[in-house]
């Protein structure tokens, strides 16, 4: 069984979670943040359900804010579903901008919220496995040019094969696709270099490049599903609450959208 974490501060619901949770998965449980850092430390596990509380000061972010970025500076390829009350929006976005995969709503659905779980330890699989058969093309790499050593012929065989990119996950392959047009002046994107892959024209943040390419992933997604909340949630791995805020969030609407083909 896949280890998971939860952490949720509201006993009854952390009970809760476990208990249903538990026929899937190994749970590992805590209310408190030092508990909950000690099990991710000891447990390491690939996905932590993790509950929002408020901040005492509304200057300052919720605990489990500065936990989440905690875990992921640990293991940056975690991935932290949030709990969060309605009211806790502003904060859900936040913590999706450092880094959580997706948020559900409380009082919790569980059916939705397995869906989820189980999206995100199948992302994590593939991330893993991407990773693997890069270290085997790594090591691969390495004998094949100690075997070809001064041979040019296995060379020129060998090198142009050597660049060939990986397997996209979904994000990469649908951002190199639809690229990022330039908003009135200033900086922009090619959609692609010499090399096929994507290349910046001149300056822009990650947190722009990144607003940029969602914002257009959504498009797309809606768009192609005709408009069909349920679908476009599906292609883009998130929720349907998290593709309604991030509709609001860019001022999308259900209809209007054209579908996008390649």
Known sequence: MEKLLVVEAEKPLCMQLE???????????GTERAVAMDLFLQHAPKVVLLG???AMDAAENPDEVRLLEWMLKVRQSAKVVLLVLPEQREEAHLALQL???????KPVRMAELQVTIRRAFHLNEIEEQHQALKKTLERTTAGIEG???QCMALRQLFVPR???????????YRARLVGVASEGGGSSWESEGADGAPRLVGQVTLREARDKVEKLMVEEAVGNSGGNMTRASELLGVSRPALYDLMKKYGLGRKGQTPVRY
Do not use: I, N
């Open 19 to 29: 208990s249903q949770l538990c026929l899937e998965y190994e749970v590992v449980a």
């Open 52 to 54: 929002l509380g408020f």
């Open 99 to 105: 880094g959580a995969y997706d948020f559900h709503w």
């Open 147 to 149: 075997l070809a050593g």
């Open 162 to 172: 050597k660049s060939a990119p990986l397997p996209e996950t979904d994000l990469c």
